[in-house]
C-alpha cells in the first residue's frame, strides 16, 4: 500500500493542482503447448503534479517517492505554468470548483505469488492437453495488474484508489479439412484480485468446452456473402462497439478536434431504442466492472449519458472541456502511469438493454448472419469502424444455420445505429482489454445483443 506522504504537502498546492503518487503493477504467465514461454513481474511508481494556469498546464513527475523529491514535482510543475501561462497568455479562468471531500480506499492492496499463476496455467493446459488430443495448439495467458492511486487537489476530492483486474485468456486452435489453420480465444475473469476471481481451474472446464465445440463449428464453417446484411450482434460485439465506434467520438477533446459527434449534439444519431451511457462505478443496481468514484483531477465521478432515446446528449469531459461546453465535469480524466497526465477517458460504457428475446431476434432475420466473437476493432473520429468477427452463424428463415469463418464487418457507427429495431433484454460485461488512446488504460464495456444492418466481408 502506498505510504500516504502527499497529503502534507496539500498547502503548497496553488491555483488547481492535482498531486498523485501511484503504483502500477503486472504479473503475466503464458504457456504454450505446455511450455512456459514467458514469466513477468513488473511495477512502476512515482508521484506527479500538474498546475492548471489561465487555461494552460504545467506537469512534472519523478520516480522517488521522498518528500524531497514530492517537494521539487511540486516547485517543477508550478514553473512549467506560470512559464507556459507567459508566453500562451490564453487568460482563461479558473477551472469549475466541484466541491470538496475524500473518498477512502474500498479495497486491501494485495500480491499474488507467480507459483499459483503457474499451477493455475498448469492445471488448464494439463486439462486441454488430456481432453483435446486433436488441437494443432493451445495457449494459457494469465495477466493480472494493478493501478494504486493516492490524490491530493487543491481544490475537490482527494482519494486513495485501488483497480485490480485478473484474467485467464484460452487460445486454441485446429485445422480445417484444407489444412487451414482457425482459432478462437477467450477471456475469463474481471475486478479483482487473481484469486479473489478464480478459485480453482475446474471452474473454467465447461467454458473450455464451448469454446473447442465452437471451434470445431468454425472448421467446417463458411465464407460470408459480402454486402449490406441483416444481423444479430452478441453483447461482446455491442460493448466494443459503444466503445470504440461511438465513445471515441464523444470524448470531449476529440470532439474538439472536429469528431463527428460535434455538431450532433441535441440531434439523432441512432433508433429511440438506444440510450448509451458511461457508467462511472455503479451501473443497473449492480458494480460496475471497473468503478471509478473520483478521477484524477478530484473531480466526483458521475454517470455521463451520452445518448438518450437515439439522441446525442452529451460527451466525456474533464474541467476545461466542460466549462468551454458548458457541461457538468463527470470524473473522466484518467492517467495510465504516474508519469501520465489526466487525458479524458471512458471507464464503463454500455449500451443499455431492450425488451427484446435473443431467439425472436434471430427468428426475424430471413437472410443474414449471428456474430458472437470478435478479436479487434478500430473506429476514427468521424464514426467510421471496422471490427473482426471471428466466430458466428448463418441465419436462415429465422434459425441458426452453419457457422462461419473469420469476417470483418464495418459502417459510420451514427448511421447503423439507425438502423437498430430490436434490443435483446440482457446484457453482457467486459473489462478485459485496454483503450489505447494516447496512453493505454482498463476500461469496462457492454451492451445487450443488437440486431441492426451492417457491411459484412466476404472470402
Not at 477551472?95 to 492492496?109: H, N
Not at 465445440?213 to 464453417?221: N, P, Q, R, V
Request: charge should be negative; proline fraction near 4%; charged fraction near 25%.
Amino acid at each position: 500500500m502506498i505510504q500516504d506522504r502527499v497529503s502534507p504537502f496539500k498547502s503548497l498546492l496553488k491555483e488547481h493542482t492535482e498531486l498523485r503518487a501511484q503504483v502500477n503493477t503486472n504479473r503475466a504467465v503464458t504457456m504454450l503447448n505446455g511450455n512456459i514461454v514467458s514469466n513477468l513481474r513488473s511495477e512502476e511508481s512515482g508521484v506527479s503534479a500538474r498546475m492548471y494556469k489561465g487555461g494552460v498546464y504545467g506537469f512534472a513527475s519523478g520516480a522517488e517517492y521522498s518528500d524531497e523529491n514530492i517537494r521539487k514535482v511540486i516547485l517543477a510543475a508550478e514553473e512549467n505554468a506560470n512559464f507556459m501561462d507567459s508566453r500562451i497568455k490564453k487568460n482563461k479562468p479558473m477551472l469549475p470548483t466541484v466541491g470538496t471531500g475524500k473518498k477512502e480506499l474500498l479495497k486491501d492492496v494485495r500480491d499474488i505469488e507467480q507459483k499459483q499463476l503457474i499451477n493455475f496455467a498448469k492445471e488448464i493446459d494439463e486439462y486441454i492437453s488430456k481432453t483435446y488430443s486433436d488441437l494443432a495448439s493451445r495457449t494459457i495467458a494469465i495477466r493480472c495488474d494493478s493501478m494504486e492511486k493516492l490524490l491530493t487537489v487543491s481544490d475537490g476530492f482527494d482519494s486513495h484508489s485501488l483497480l485490480p483486474r485478473s484474467f485467464v485468456y484460452i487460445f486454441l486452435t485446429a485445422n480445417a479439412k484444407d489444412g487451414t489453420p482457425v482459432e478462437l480465444y477467450k477471456p475469463f475473469g474481471g475486478f479483482g484480485y487473481f484469486d479473489e476471481v478464480f478459485e480453482k481451474p475446474e471452474s473454467l472446464h465447461a467454458d473450455i468446452d464451448s469454446i473447442y465445440t465452437d471451434l470445431m463449428k468454425k472448421a467446417e464453417g463458411v465464407y460470408c456473402d459480402a454486402g449490406y446484411k441483416d444481423v444479430v450482434m452478441h453483447p461482446d460485439l455491442a460493448g466494443i462497439l459503444a466503445h470504440e465506434a461511438v465513445g471515441h467520438t464523444a470524448e470531449a477533446d476529440l470532439v474538439l478536434g472536429g469528431s463527428v459527434a460535434v455538431h450532433n449534439l441535441g440531434k439523432p444519431v441512432a433508433s429511440q431504442l438506444v440510450t448509451m451511457v458511461d457508467f462511472a462505478h455503479t451501473a443497473l443496481g449492480e458494480q460496475a466492472p471497473l468503478p471509478i468514484y473520483v478521477d484524477d483531477e478530484g473531480t466526483p465521478a458521475e454517470d455521463a449519458v451520452l445518448i438518450k432515446d437515439g439522441i446525442l446528449t452529451g460527451y466525456m469531459n474533464n474541467r476545461e472541456s466542460a466549462q468551454h461546453f458548458g457541461m457538468k465535469p463527470q470524473g473522466n480524466a484518467r492517467a495510465y502511469l504516474f508519469s501520465d497526465e489526466p487525458l479524458i477517458r471512458m471507464r464503463n460504457t454500455a449500451i443499455l438493454p431492450g425488451k427484446d428475446k435473443l431467439e425472436d431476434m434471430i427468428a426475424s432475420i430471413d437472410d443474414g448472419y449471428y456474430l458472437t466473437k470478435t478479436n479487434n476493432g478500430q473506429a476514427d473520429t468521424t464514426g467510421e469502424f471496422m471490427f473482426g468477427v471471428c466466430m458466428g452463424y448463418e441465419i436462415k428463415n429465422g434459425k441458426l444455420g452453419r457457422a462461419i469463418r473469420d469476417t470483418t464487418i464495418s459502417g459510420v457507427a451514427f448511421e447503423m445505429l439507425k438502423t437498430v429495431d430490436m434490443l435483446s433484454d440482457d446484457m453482457l460485461w467486459t473489462c478485459s482489454g485496454m483503450c489505447g488512446k494516447k496512453q493505454p488504460m482498463p476500461v469496462g464495456m457492454g451492451g445487450p445483443a443488437i440486431k441492426c444492418k451492417v457491411s459484412i466481408g466476404g472470402r
